[in-house]
């Protein structure tokens, strides 16, 4: 993490107290949503660098204009080269100084390069570019670090800015929402990842009886991590997906648990809905005072359900719950 100071402000705040902004919430996000295979080990620079110009100079925005951008990377780069080696690490966050008159939340996003940068004999490809305020938005962070492994945006963004951002997968996947009831990632994400394998995700033709855990629940100490994703071919590119959705691990904030029902669509560019939560409950929705997307809180199914995917010839039947919190589905395809 670099932290970057512009001649037109003096920072009021310290890199430490930036850092502690973000971790070790996000690497406590990531150890969970990975069951422990996967680290996120920040090493925060501890003093300032700063940057040749003038915040307000770089036209900081979400849309940002190229140039600007490039030369904003640019001239980060190379004045923390004296300072970093960063031929070590794997991921460079740049964290501008909230308080900059220049500074915009809104531009927060990973930048993929055509051309990598270099720097230290080494490629940088992409980085993630933090405009963030003190307090930042919550899960930010875990959000843009899932862009650095291409995992796409799955919000729907209105063309006129004006319409609901959430209603392709409400709070179920912080991908979607970082402020999501329920951000732990999608098991479809877990499988692209390898943080499921094996046993942990079934492929389902015709029918199977199957005991799903709860996705975001921590495997029991010394025991299997257990299924936590079925999967349904809809055709070439698009699958439905089936997982259970508890109270537990990142998602412990959700309220509403069940067996979650959505479509991936492997050919959907990001933002255009790649993936789509399923709403089993058309007419109503749920947590009207927290989701940020009230008619898809109530999306999963319950004990004692059935629901005939629209179009899909799949139809998912919960039977009950176990005493452990797992859940009992039957999944017929081709029905």
Same mark, same amino acid.
């Given at each position: 993490?670099?932290?970057? *100071?512009?001649?037109?402000?003096?920072?009021?705040?310290?890199?430490?107290?930036?850092?502690?902004?973000?971790?070790?919430?996000?690497?406590?996000?990531?150890?969970?949503?990975?069951?422990?295979?996967?680290?996120?080990?920040?090493?925060?620079?501890?003093?300032?660098?700063?940057?040749?110009?003038?915040?307000?100079?770089?036209?900081?925005?979400?849309? &940002?204009?190229?140039?600007?951008?490039?030369?904003?990377? @640019?001239?980060?780069?190379?004045?923390?080269?004296?300072?970093?080696?960063?031929? #070590?690490?794997?991921? +460079?966050?740049?964290?501008?100084?909230?308080? #900059?008159?220049?500074?915009?939340?809104?531009?927060?996003?990973?930048?993929?390069?055509?051309?990598?940068?270099?720097?230290?004999?080494?490629?940088?490809?992409?980085?993630?570019?933090?405009?963030?305020?003190?307090?930042?938005?919550?899960?930010?962070?875990?959000?843009?670090?899932?862009?650095?492994?291409?995992?796409?945006?799955?919000?729907?963004?209105?063309?006129?800015?004006? !319409?609901?951002?959430?209603?392709?997968?409400?709070? &179920?996947? +912080?991908?979607?929402?970082?402020?999501?009831?329920?951000?732990?990632?999608?098991?479809?994400?877990?499988?692209?990842?390898? &943080?499921?394998?094996?046993?942990?995700?079934?492929?389902?033709?015709?029918?199977?009886?199957?005991?799903?855990?709860?996705?975001? #629940?921590?495997?029991?100490? !010394?025991?299997?991590?257990?299924?936590?994703?079925?999967?349904?071919?809809? !055709?070439?590119?698009?699958?439905?997906?089936?997982?259970?959705?508890?109270?537990?691990?990142?998602?412990?904030?959700?309220?509403?648990?069940?067996?979650?029902?959505?479509?991936?669509?492997?050919?959907?560019?990001?933002?255009?809905?790649?993936?789509?939560?399923?709403?089993?409950?058309?007419?109503?929705?749920?947590?009207?005072? @927290?989701?940020?997307?009230?008619?898809? #809180?109530?999306?999963?199914?319950?004990?004692?359900?059935?629901?005939?995917?629209?179009?899909?010839?799949?139809?998912?039947?919960?039977?009950? @719950?176990?005493? *452990?919190?797992?859940?009992?589905?039957?999944?017929?395809?081709?029905?």
């Amino acid at each position: 993490m670099i932290f970057l *100071s512009f001649p037109d402000s003096e920072p009021v705040l310290t890199p430490e107290l930036l850092t502690a902004d973000h971790f070790p919430s996000t690497t406590r996000f990531f150890e969970r949503a990975s069951y422990g295979r996967f680290t996120l080990r920040p090493h925060p620079q501890r003093t300032w660098t700063q940057m040749p110009r003038p915040s307000t100079w770089y036209g900081i925005e979400r849309d &940002w204009d190229a140039k600007k951008r490039t030369a904003y990377l @640019r001239d980060a780069i190379a004045a923390a080269d004296e300072d970093v080696d960063f031929s #070590a690490y794997d991921i +460079v966050y740049l964290v501008a100084d909230p308080d #900059a008159p220049g500074v915009d939340s809104d531009a927060t996003k990973v930048v993929n390069f055509e051309r990598p940068l270099r720097a230290d004999s080494t490629d940088i490809r992409r980085v993630v570019t933090v405009f963030e305020q003190h307090p930042p938005d919550r899960n930010v962070l875990a959000h843009e670090t899932g862009h650095v492994f291409d995992l796409a945006d799955l919000y729907h963004r209105p063309t006129d800015g004006k !319409g609901d951002w959430d209603t392709y997968v409400g709070d &179920w996947d +912080v991908m979607g929402s970082q402020f999501g009831l329920a951000p732990d990632l999608f098991g479809w994400h877990k499988w692209k990842l390898g &943080w499921l394998e094996g046993p942990q995700v079934v492929c389902v033709q015709g029918s199977a009886d199957l005991t799903l855990e709860p996705v975001a #629940a921590a495997p029991v100490p !010394g025991g299997s991590i257990g299924t936590r994703l079925a999967v349904v071919r809809t !055709g070439a590119d698009s699958v439905l997906a089936v997982e259970a959705r508890s109270a537990t691990g990142n998602d412990r904030g959700t309220c509403t648990e069940g067996i979650l029902i959505y479509r991936v669509r492997s050919g959907t560019a990001s933002g255009g809905g790649p993936v789509e939560v399923v709403d089993t409950h058309p007419e109503t929705g749920s947590c009207w005072d @927290r989701s940020v997307y009230p008619p898809l #809180a109530d999306a999963p199914l319950t004990e004692g359900e059935t629901y005939t995917v629209p179009g899909e010839r799949t139809r998912v039947e919960v039977a009950d @719950r176990t005493p *452990s919190g797992s859940w009992t589905v039957r999944i017929t395809a081709g029905v």
